[in-house]
């Protein structure tokens, strides 16, 4: 292995790679920087996300760029802004003991004339995306008749989002001396075309291994059905406390159902897609990257630009369209030299696309069960039991309570302290738990759910959304009435101002009886409730199955409700835009025409 000085790189840069902490060069950075320093034939990079390519193609640029003159001499192209932005960023970190490096980041949502005072003022280097990019061109305000190097990155999602193009704009716009290098993590036909139409005889680099981060990636897929696709999820994260991850979606209403779900049901995530401003986009990014969230629920489109080496699963609610597209989703763990694990839930229909993907990442995938409710149980307790070992006593800080403690506890020995300790943290999740159905038996999950809606009964109650009611909340008051012993409640439906509920047929009489008796009110509005028909045309799909919850708590630690319980939320008003297309962008906002093409202003 070479190190950063074998490649040609200077001092300056040298000491703020040390400061980034950057001690070797990866392979693509081995074979890309003296490449591009050493010769000004056209480069075609197969590179992934996390292969450390943004270094590849800034670095050798650095290196050689002529300071004495403003003039643009690099211009990058980069799919959404928050690439743009962390390109940018980047450069400027790799640059800050070089003198006279100035660079401009341009792209869409951000005021256009700032950055033409930035412009103005002399960048040799340009980042910027597709749209804005031309726009500047257009307005004069960005002139590229000098560019020596220009960078397509991650051509193939820019080409995927729409913006031929724009590419061909640019392309036109740079003269012909210049040295394109274009980096891609997939080459279709389309990025094939751009390569052949505008690239002389390019050198390609495809690193051996791919990606440096595709060897320490597992893959795994799980068999799920509609109606267990969303409890498998939760019993994936229930299985890993520390799971630090993103769940990818297709669209956004899907994103954001995921996200609204797991967030009503305690765990710590959020949801990302282009239907979110600028400023709410940054907010959430901010939040996973500092970890104050665990799970980003996200778009293809939406998560590219962030940066974060340390996941430890990328989860595919849904499989991307492109199946291509699957490497750029599971690329993101196992960087840096962690190990990382991407896992696919698939129904009947969705495995075909298992093999296809099989075939690009050239590995295969292991088959893998949803992790029973034992299971979960088990692996949380032992993790209880590792953080209660690592904890460290601050002995001065606590020595005043200790002598009444001790005394407290003084008949107890170490055997019963032990299990009542446990049991406090446990004892909600085990009852959670309890009964929890294998969902790996699709079969019998799905004639279970039919047998059991003919077994309920379903009320409408006078609450909802508006009233801060959520699944845990609506369990917590049927609780409340005292109805029955483990009383069993089926599907869930929260509205905004009204909701329903399924009962155990047999308990029909007895919950009107107990609302009728006990006349609850929840949040300061008196409750009522009615028998309603079976309809479910409003609500989602059936929770058949005896609930592991009959708790007022209505569930463990951080999870607020039960399994299965989740606000499906059928009736939840439809926007007038198909947010259930794929996320292309938040482009598609400004333009309202949700068929068309990105612009990225
Ligand atoms: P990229 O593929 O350019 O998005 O880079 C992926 C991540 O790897 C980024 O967080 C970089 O800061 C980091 N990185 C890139 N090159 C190196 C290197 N040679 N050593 C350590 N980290 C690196």
Redesign the pocket.
Known sequence: MST?KELGLKEPIIKA?TD???????V??EKAIPQIISSTTDLKAF??????????FSLPILELIDTSSSNVQAIILSPTRE?AV??GN?IKDFSKYLKDVNVTTVYGGSSMEEQIRSLKRGSQIVVGTPGRTVDLINRRALKLENVKWLVLDEADEMLNMGFKDELDAVLEATPDTKQTLLFSATFPNEVESIARNYMKKPVEITSGQKN?GADSVSHEYYSVTERTRYPALKRIADLNPDIYAIIFCRTRRETQEVADNLIKDGYSADALHGDLSQGQRDSVMGKFRSKTIQILVATDVAARGL???ELTHVLNHKLPDQIENYTHRSGRTG??GNIGISIVLVNGKEKGKLRAIEKIIQKKFVETKVPTGKEIVQNQLMNLIDKVQATEVNESEIKEFLPSIYDKLKDLDREELIQKFVSLEFNTMLAYYENAKDLNDLSKDNSRSRDTADNMTRFFINIGRKDNLNPGKLIGLINDQNIGDKIEIGAIDILDTFSFFEIDKNYEDKTLEAFAANQPDFDGRSVNIEITKKDRSGGGGRRGGKKPFAKKDGGFGRRKSAEGSSSSDGGRKRSARPADRPDRGSADRKTGGFGRRRRER
């Open positions: 950063f790679l980034l902490g950057y001690e070797s060069p990866t693509i950075q590179a992934q996300t996390g292969t450390g390519k943004t270094a590849a690439l962390q390109i980047n440096q940066d974060v080496n960087r840096a």
